[in-house]
């Protein structure tokens, strides 16, 4: 594999902190609190700092619905982070604030209260929406967190279904404003319109991590080290890559033949979403040949915390070939939902660590949000 030893790499791990937003299929422990202590100890493992993004108001949500006791366990969970050295920073998902749940632990709320801003039409209450909705999560975490570091700083941001579209003016402004630096949320090449996702980020290709402000939006960079710095999540077209897709292929054949579809008890499901029944016995060699063809023309695609190293691998190396370093340096985000996540997964992290850090020695970091923060 080349290297161009004339950049540098600066990684930031990042998970979206949350639960599924459709249906709970386990209890929170089991979907949130479990996977995240073993990604947190797996991560202290090999020395690197993971960052959080926290989903604040389903915090603010739990507690409306009185349920203190799961609350405390998160804020010592997130305490527990900050004081092994991780990080916790500010993820908004606004339409908990009008959701109703069910016995059947089913979430229910309106399409256009999913993304921050699309909820007004009118635009002052639009702007003042964005605004206090920053300012309190801030205020939240801050509090929260500031005791256990005094030198904590609500200072990064992903948006909810990374909507910081299709109001970004209005949001980098308010991000701005409420003294936040830096904003993950940008998944270069990216589009998705669906009935609650509304981004495009296939412009942004090549140029991602860049200043953007108020002004100019995301049509193009502003003046450096001023708005905000965006992290992107890392993404490549897998066909231009150096990627070897038949290890991922045959897992994917033989999970479909021997288990019908995933090994893991599914914790949840994602709003619009339904757990497909395992493949009857019968069925499971034509779906087997579907997830077959499926992984080998496998497209664009972005940097999860995968079970597969090689596609992270490939993910990131074919990133940092088709976008533009920054001052000599490419920083990018390696996005994570613990929710989804098992042993395997955070073993494949470790070993993408460990396989990156052979590769690129002194050139390469990872970092949590607040460390590069400091610096800016
Ligand atoms: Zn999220």
């Not at 108020?214 to 897998?238: F, Y």
């Not at 994917?252 to 009857?280: A, H, L």
């Not at 074919?318 to 001052?327: D, F, I, K, P, Y």
Request: aromatic content about 10%; overall charge negative.
């Amino acid at each position: 594999m080349n290297i161009d030893i004339n950049h540098s790499l600066e990684i930031f791990l990042t998970v979206d902190y949350e639960i599924y937003f459709g249906r709970s299929l386990m209890t929170q422990e089991e979907i949130l609190l479990a996977p995240t202590k073993e990604l947190l100890e797996s991560c202290s493992a090999i020395n690197v700092p993971l960052t959080m993004f926290c989903d604040v108001n389903y915090i603010a949500k739990l507690q409306e619905w009185g349920d203190f006791s799961l609350v405390a366990k998160i804020e010592e969970q997130l305490c527990k982070a900050i004081s092994m050295g991780h990080d916790v920073q500010l993820h908004i998902h606004p339409h908990w604030e009008f959701t109703t749940r069910d016995k059947d632990g089913s979430f229910h709320f309106a399409d256009n209260h999913y993304l921050l801003g699309t909820r007004f039409t009118d635009t002052a209450t639009r702007k003042m929406d964005i605004t206090q909705a920053i300012a309190k999560g801030k205020d939240y975490l801050e509090n929260l967190l500031k005791p256990v570091a005094s030198s904590y700083n609500c200072c990064a941001y992903r948006a909810g279904g990374y909507g910081l579209q299709p109001y970004e003016g209005d949001m980098l402004a308010a991000l701005i404003d409420n003294g936040i630096k830096i904003d993950s949320s940008v998944i270069p090449g990216y589009k998705m319109q669906s009935k609650v996702h509304m981004i495009d980020f296939s412009d942004l290709v090549g140029r991602s991590h860049n200043w953007y402000g108020p002004v100019d939006g995301l049509a193009a960079p502003a003046m450096q080290n001023s708005g905000l710095l965006e992290i992107p999540i890392a993404t490549a077209d897998l066909q231009q890559s150096q990627w070897n897709p038949w290890p991922e292929a045959l897992t994917k054949v033989i999970q479909q033949m021997w288990y019908g579809g995933s090994p893991y008890q599914p914790r949840g499901e994602p709003v619009g979403w339904q757990v497909p029944p395992k493949t009857p016995i019968m069925q499971r060699a034509k779906l087997s040949w579907w997830a077959l063809n499926a992984v080998l023309n496998a497209g664009e695609a972005k940097l999860e915390m995968y079970r597969d190293v090689g596609r992270m691998l490939a993910i990131t190396l074919g990133h940092v070939q088709r976008e533009t370093a920054l001052n000599g340096v490419h920083r990018l985000a390696v996005i994570g939902h613990p929710k989804g996540m098992h042993t395997a997964h955070f073993k494949t992290l470790q070993d993408y660590v460990t396989q990156l850090r052979k590769r690129y020695k002194q050139s390469i970091r990872f970092l949590s949000m607040s460390e590069l923060a400091g610096t800016l």
